[in-house]
């Protein structure tokens, strides 16, 4: 059984067996976890291993795992940083903020495939123009350059831990004010000054190798009337003529209101598959998300397929050891030394 271009969201600690049949659906390829399915590293090591039992090519499991106020297991994992610090110190010591974001993405990455995580949806590769509510201090920097470098040098040390790297939100979500998981936002720029500006460290990370990129529900009405996870124009055009990139291209999750406008559920995992998605995400009602796997029934791209069977992390070292590791001691030292107190938490 192949990868589906589906991923799912469970509801909590344990996978029920209506999720478990939802699993066994052909169209299903993964499913990403949150704060409601996370108790303790054993409760988590315990659900990924029953997620990955189900079936042959395992699914992927996937995270949104950035630090700062995006970090979905905390009792139990290294407390990340909000990544702008890096941006932050690089200001001052570009050498040292690049060695601390290797570190960081390093740690961020081992924890995670420690317990069997494939993908954790980072780094951010919007910038920090001081307008969007919802990315703020997730973005490394406001300059483009910086932002590349770091993310770089992220993507290295997540890597390096055996994980890939998936950039997001493109074309750039840090230039409009509001909040796709709430709004419809609205980016009036032309495309000239998108890629100048917001596109830069996408097209630097597409060519540094990332594996995967992650696209935003940001109407850019200079250029398409649709918003950009929607909009072949972007997908197909852009980001894999223009760009050259080979990898993985993902949905924001089809439930925010930034996907309103296309239409019901299965017609956004319809659109969004039609204009280039390898894989769409459904994160939180069950109707939902069997809806989409009901609504693109007989969807099939053999280049999805293989595309997203590489995505699979590469585990180097059990939890059980890692925290007698002396790689792991150092880089929690390192990166607790320029951490500061995050309490809060997307949904």
């Avoid at 990924?48 to 106020?69: C, Y």
């Avoid at 840090?174 to 596109?199: F, Q």
């Avoid at 109407?219 to 993985?248: C, H, N």
Wanted: glycine letters at 8%; one cysteine or more; a negative charge.
């Amino acid at each position: 059984m192949s990868l589906g271009p589906v991923m799912v969201g469970l509801a909590g600690l344990e996978l029920n067996q209506e999720e478990r049949d939802m699993l066994l659906h052909p169209l299903t390829g993964g499913v990403i976890l949150f704060s409601r399915n996370y108790e303790s590293p054993q409760q988590l090591e315990a659900l990924i291993s029953n997620i990955q039992s189900v079936r042959e090519p395992r699914l992927l499991v996937a995270v949104d795992h950035e630090g700062g106020r995006v970090q979905r297991f905390r009792s139990g994992f290294t407390s990340l940083p909000a990544v702008r610090l890096l941006g932050n110190i690089y200001d001052d010591d570009a050498k040292r903020a690049r060695r601390l974001a290797e570190l960081s993405g390093w740690l961020m990455a081992v924890e995670l495939v420690a317990v069997g995580i494939d993908i954790s949806f980072a780094p951010v590769l919007d910038l920090d123009k001081g307008v969007s509510q919802v990315i703020g201090e997730r973005a490394f920097h406001s300059n483009p350059e910086v932002v590349a470098d770091l993310a770089h040098a992220y993507m290295r040390g997540m890597n390096r831990a055996g994980m890939v790297a998936t950039g997001k939100h493109f074309p750039g979500h840090g230039s409009v004010k509001e909040d796709s998981h709430t709004a419809i936002p609205l980016d009036h720029r032309r495309y000239e000054d998108i890629l100048m500006e917001d596109m830069m460290p996408f097209e630097r990370m597409i060519h540094y190798g990332i594996a995967a990129v992650m696209i935003a529900h940001v109407i850019y009405d200079q250029v398409d009337s649709k918003p950009a996870g929607f909009s072949t124009f972007w997908l197909t055009e852009v980001l894999r003529k223009r760009l050259g990139f080979q990898g993985v291209i993902f949905s924001d999750d089809l439930e925010m209101a930034g996907a309103g406008i296309v239409g019901d559920m299965p017609e956004r995992a319809r659109q969004a598959l039609a204009a280039g998605c390898d894989m769409v995400l459904v994160c939180k009602d069950f109707d939902a998300m069997a809806s989409v796997l009901e609504g693109i029934k007989g969807w099939s791209n053999p280049a999805s397929q293989l595309r997203l069977v590489r995505l699979h992390g590469r585990q180097h070292i059990a939890r059980s050891a890692l925290q007698q590791d002396s790689q792991w001691l150092h880089a929690v030292k390192e990166v607790e030394s320029y951490d500061i107190p995050h309490t809060l938490d997307l949904v």
